[in-house]
């Protein structure tokens, strides 16, 4: 039977590992050698340990993936390029892995049930690079959008190493543990920026040029905390949810540990906090599908149905709560700050943000029906009006070219064309099939509620990236491939479904 148990050692390791990281990184963006001395440490001890077992590189770089958002916390220069920690993590993990299937000559990747769909999305992505070279897109352009979608080669580590329940286990703790730093961090930073404190200026460039996250002063002393990472908040929420309201309603005899709890109100608080109404979109969508699914799979009546609800008020206004104690926390004496202020200035439709974001979508639909079938290739850029003040103040007339855009599904059909789309979400089809299969297959509850937490995961993800865009990120790659790892550990322990 899986369990979520906290207190155990890979919870604690992860949460001090990442606490002495985000330390060093902060120490190493103002001393460059240290920056340099910690980056190699890591990289050769990562690739020691993967080598002596796969699931340590597997660990270390879904940690470094949910903590470190866009994967520079640690970065070097070299040859006048830049490469970020998750480049070399990649690279080691990676060769690690090579090395280890050459020696065992054994992998489990090719009788893999995700193999097909992933052949075919690595045959579109070397297809848009052919296409992109074809149509003269910048270079530049071209490695920075198709570095994340190398992400996918990940996918060997997530299936050979999680080969026993062990693994599992402390894949779960590992995860939470990520999840559970997001959320201390955020709210230490709410705090932080809210209560003028000194060095608030270090601080901020450190969260900026790591790209650990953004700090928005929206007026006076209201700050916005964002991170791409706050993704994983929103997932990780669903997924301890359905565990602690299932197990704790039925099927376990003992109580559900309460200290699950106090992660879905951390996580909520997270998602709240980061005013992103493209998460909020999500946590919607997803919260509907989760009352479907709970209807339909887990066939509850309506007075459970009903007591979940009510647990999801209590565990919101418990976040709220949350988030208001950091704000106004006594201690050193709090600003002057009218939250609900906040929330309105958030909610105006005219915010920069969302002109710039609608400002895009023309532009783009216009460039995609230049190759509307196989796309334009890695790099596709467009050139529209930002209404963002700092582009603004950059270019004087707001004219910005780029080949990153808001519009997740749209920026797929311009790169990959509509045959790029359709592999892509023959993919997503296929992770959510298992994950059914294997749901409808399992006995015990606890597990039946993992799995079911990342099903309605991946629903708050697939709503996001309409927005957002994670899907072709590493952030949201990496939770494909979390998935395949959980999902193939059961198509390969079949025995376990009936346990």
């Not at 201690?331 to 609900?340: E, G, R, V, Y």
């Not at 592999?423 to 039946?448: D, H, M, R």
């Amino acid at each position: 039977m899986i369990e979520i148990n906290l207190f155990k050692k890979y919870f604690v390791w992860t949460l001090i590992a990442v606490l002495v990281i985000e330390i060093l990184s902060f120490i190493g963006h103002q001393v460059a050698l240290l920056d340099w001395i910690v980056f190699f440490i890591i990289i050769i001890a990562t690739f020691c340990l993967t080598l002596f077992q796969l699931k340590f590189g597997m660990l270390i770089a879904l940690t470094e993936l949910i903590i470190g958002s866009k994967g520079h916390l640690f970065s070097i220069d070299f040859l006048n390029f830049t490469v970020s920690i998750r480049m070399g993590l990649f690279a080691v993990i990676f060769l690690a892995w090579l090395i280890t299937i050459f020696r065992q000559k054994n992998s489990r990747v090719f009788s893999n049930f995700s193999f097909v769909p992933l052949t075919a999305v690595f045959i579109i992505i070397v297809l848009n690079l052919i296409n992109a070279l074809a149509n003269h897109n910048s270079l530049s352009f071209i490695f920075q959008d198709i570095n994340a979608w190398f992400y996918f080669a990940y996918v060997g580590i997530f299936i050979d190493a999680i080969k026993d329940k062990n693994i599992l286990h402390q894949v779960w703790q590992v995860v939470l543990a990520s999840i559970t730093w997001l959320g201390i961090e955020s709210l230490a930073l709410l705090y932080y920026f809210s209560h003028n404190f000194s060095q608030v200026e270090v601080v901020y460039k450190w969260i900026r040029d790591t790209g650990v996250g953004e700090i928005t002063l929206l007026s006076g002393n209201v700050f916005r905390v964002f991170s791409q990472s706050h993704i994983y908040a929103l997932i990780g929420l669903f997924i301890v949810f359905v565990y602690l309201y299932f197990n704790g309603q039925k099927g376990l005899k003992k109580p559900v540990p309460w200290y699950l709890s106090l992660i879905v109100i951390l996580s909520l608080s997270t998602t709240i906090l980061s005013l992103s109404r493209s998460n909020w979109l999500g946590l919607a969508v997803a919260g509907i599908g989760l009352i479907i699914f709970v209807l339909a799979k887990f066939r509850v009546k309506l007075l459970e149905l009903g007591k979940m609800l009510v647990l999801s008020i209590i565990m919101l206004s418990a976040s709220l709560v949350l988030i208001l104690g950091t704000v106004y926390f006594p201690i050193p004496t709090p600003p002057d700050i009218d939250a609900q202020d906040m929330l309105k200035q958030r909610l105006q439709l005219d915010e920069s943000a969302v002109s710039s974001r609608w400002s895009q979508l023309p532009v783009l639909e216009s460039a995609i029906l230049n190759h509307p079938i196989i796309g334009s290739g890695w790099g596709s850029s467009i050139t529209y009006k930002s209404a963002d003040p700092r582009i603004v103040e950059q270019t004087k007339d707001g004219m910005y070219t780029t080949f990153a855009f808001e519009w997740g599904w749209l920026d797929m059909v311009l790169k990959t064309g509509l045959l790029g789309l359709v592999v892509y979400i023959w993919l997503l089809i296929t992770i959510w099939l298992k994950g059914l299969a294997v749901f409808n297959q399992l006995q015990s509850l606890p597990e039946k509620s993992l799995i079911a937490g990342l099903l309605i995961g991946l629903v708050a993800l697939v709503t996001t990236h309409t927005f957002s865009p994670y899907l072709n990120h590493p952030l949201g790659i990496g939770y494909l491939l979390l998935m395949i790892g959980v999902f193939s550990f059961y198509q390969y322990n079949v025995r376990l479904l009936s346990e």
